[in-house]
T-cell receptor, first 116, second 111 residues
Framework: DTEVTQTPKHLVMGMTNKKSLKCEQHMGHRAMYWYKQKAKKPPELMFVYSYEKLSINESVPSRFSPECPNSSLLNLHLHALQPEDSALYLC???????????????FGEGSRLTVL | DAKTTQPPSMDCAEGRAANLPCNHSTISGNEYVYWYRQIHSQGPQYIIHGLKNNETNEMASLIITEDRKSSTLILPHATLRDTAVYYCIVRASHGDYKLSFGAGTTVTVRA
């Protein structure tokens, strides 16, 4: 299995809703990532988990709450979002945390979020 | 990490080689050059990376100049499925464990 699976593929939520995005990989990867991508822009890093511990938070607002329950699963909990948070949310994984010459990320196809 | 400069867009003909340039004039000795691409409506895909030497894999070749200030990604026989945004990324071998994307080059392969 060489896939990173993200669910749901599409999500529409109101500003008062609580929802979650889910990401799963069964490649034995020990680092997982959340990126946010607005239309016609490059992906922007949000969070990095290394060995199930949060290692990088790129000053993301607290209305986004990541969780890594185990080495195969990564969640992004969403609460009180704003319309400007509408974007494609991409999950990625890597065999190890990026270090040395190792920089290969495996990406899912993303969850497209619309906040009304 | 050093900044990279890529042309915003380029066209190439199907079946011909596509040569994608990237300038990274401030690259330091411990920084690697990575290339990723993102086909429309998909997540980014790793292509290749290198430090000093030229590299080749089943997808592409990476040519890094001797002074390492620039590189070229070569798609040897471009197909319509190679139409994508191509990102050149420079990342240090030490420090934090992240990969940051720049603006990239939108490559359109035409029949």
């Amino acid at each position: 299995d060489t896939e990173v699976t993200q669910t749901p593929k599409h999500l529409v939520m109101g500003m008062t809703n609580k929802k979650s995005l889910k990401c799963e990989q069964h490649m034995g990867h020990r680092a997982m990532y959340w990126y946010k991508q607005k239309a016609k822009k490059p992906p922007e890093l949000m969070f990095v988990y290394s060995y199930e511990k949060l290692s990088i938070n790129e000053s993301v607002p607290s209305r986004f709450s990541p969780e890594c329950p185990n080495s195969s699963l990564l969640n992004l909990h969403l609460h009180a979002l704003q319309p400007e948070d509408s974007a494609l949310y991409l999950c990625a994984s890597s065999l190890f945390p990026l270090a040395g010459g190792y920089g290969e990320l495996f990406f899912g196809e993303g969850s497209r979020l619309t906040v009304l | 990490d050093a900044k990279t400069t890529q042309p915003p867009s380029m066209d190439c003909a199907e079946g011909r080689a596509a040569n994608l340039p990237c300038n990274h004039s401030t690259i330091s000795g411990n920084e690697y050059v990575y290339w990723y691409r993102q086909i429309h409506s998909q997540g980014p895909q790793y292509i290749i990376h290198g430090l000093k030497n030229n590299e080749t894999n089943e997808m592409a070749s990476l040519i890094i100049t001797e002074d390492r200030k620039s590189s070229t990604l070569i798609l040897p026989h471009a197909t319509l499925r190679d139409t994508a945004v191509y990102y050149c990324i420079v990342r240090a071998s030490h420090g934090d464990y992240k990969l940051s994307f720049g603006a990239g080059t939108t490559v359109t392969v035409r029949a």
